[in-house]
């Protein structure tokens, strides 16, 4: 495997692992994204097997041990299965997580003791970057799940939001809202609940100018209007369930 490195926002670098053996024939990418500042925060850390790779590429950039806080969108073994291996190359680094991951999952199985972040909370992590976390449970997947937003560049970081496959550009401005409505289709993923589409244009209120999606491109233009987009389509699927 190669993980590959792209600056997508100024300051913000994602590292991406293409892996063509899932969802064949398109495959499918893991990205992870390290923030800079005087306090670097990488979202996500990748499967524990991705972590030699995801290692190397994140050493093309800064030192490891330079890392101050990681954070990533819900417990799952893609977006922290190696948390513990970071944080054992980080000595500085701590976990930044909602309460709620914080109290089902990380406590416990953190080799440091977490953060807990309420809704809304900021981090300021240097250089002018301000790091707010955002509750979305349940939006895609579970009670735990959230996002964070890097005020300074206006760029979402969106965890499973917007999944396709494929191995598409770095960065794109075309279409990410039809690709995540098949890769939806295909996967059946979300918990579809009431909700979802409120929570999904409350984030559109923050007007991002980059999406940083898990899998699939990182996305530059009108944010709001590819949340709103994928917020209609969840309440049809929604209104579509209570239906049946």
């Given at each position: 495997?190669?993980?590959?490195?792209?600056?997508?926002?100024?300051?913000?670098?994602?590292?991406?692992?293409?892996?063509?053996?899932?969802?064949?024939?398109?495959?499918?990418?893991?990205?992870?994204?390290?923030?800079?500042?005087?306090?670097?925060?990488?979202?996500?850390?990748?499967?524990?097997?991705?972590?030699?790779?995801?290692?190397?590429?994140?050493?093309?950039?800064?030192?490891?041990?330079?890392?101050?806080?990681?954070?990533?969108?819900?417990?799952?073994?893609?977006?922290?299965?190696?948390?513990?291996?970071?944080?054992?190359?980080?000595?500085?680094?701590?976990?930044?997580?909602?309460?709620?991951?914080?109290?089902?999952?990380?406590?416990?199985?953190?080799?440091?003791?977490?953060?807990?972040?309420?809704?809304?909370?900021?981090?300021?992590?240097?250089?002018?970057?301000?790091?707010?976390?955002?509750?979305?449970?349940?939006?895609?997947?579970?009670?735990?799940?959230?996002?964070?937003?890097?005020?300074?560049?206006?760029?979402?970081?969106?965890?499973?939001?917007?999944?396709?496959?494929?191995?598409?550009?770095?960065?794109?401005?075309?279409?990410?809202?039809?690709?995540?409505?098949?890769?939806?289709?295909?996967?059946?993923?979300?918990?579809?609940?009431?909700?979802?589409?409120?929570?999904?244009?409350?984030?559109?209120?923050?007007?991002?100018?980059?999406?940083?999606?898990?899998?699939?491109?990182?996305?530059?233009?009108?944010?709001?209007?590819?949340?709103?987009?994928?917020?209609?389509?969840?309440?049809?699927?929604?209104?579509?369930?209570r239906a049946a």
């Amino acid at each position: 495997m190669e993980t590959k490195v792209c600056e997508i926002a100024d300051g913000i670098y994602r590292l991406s692992t293409f892996v063509p053996e899932i969802a064949p024939p398109a495959g499918f990418t893991f990205n992870q994204f390290l923030i800079l500042g005087d306090e670097p925060l990488m979202f996500h850390t990748g499967y524990r097997k991705m972590f030699s790779t995801n290692l190397q590429a994140l050493s093309r950039i800064i030192p490891p041990s330079q890392l101050r806080w990681i954070a990533f969108g819900h417990f799952e073994a893609d977006e922290c299965g190696a948390m513990n291996e970071w944080l054992a190359v980080a000595p500085q680094a701590q976990l930044a997580h909602g309460h709620t991951g914080c109290n089902v999952s990380l406590n416990d199985m953190a080799d440091r003791a977490p953060r807990p972040l309420a809704d809304g909370e900021v981090i300021e992590i240097g250089q002018g970057r301000r790091i707010r976390y955002i509750d979305t449970p349940h939006t895609p997947h579970g009670w735990d799940a959230g996002v964070v937003f890097e005020e300074k560049t206006a760029t979402l970081m969106c965890g499973d939001l917007f999944t396709q496959t494929g191995d598409g550009p770095a960065l794109t401005q075309g279409d990410i809202v039809g690709p995540a409505i098949a890769g939806e289709d295909m996967f059946n993923y979300s918990s579809l609940n009431p909700g979802m589409g409120a929570t999904l244009r409350g984030l559109a209120k923050l007007a991002p100018r980059t999406l940083a999606l898990m899998h699939g491109p990182s996305f530059q233009g009108d944010g709001a209007a590819a949340l709103r987009a994928l917020a209609d389509d969840y309440d049809c699927r929604g209104a579509l369930r209570r239906a049946a």
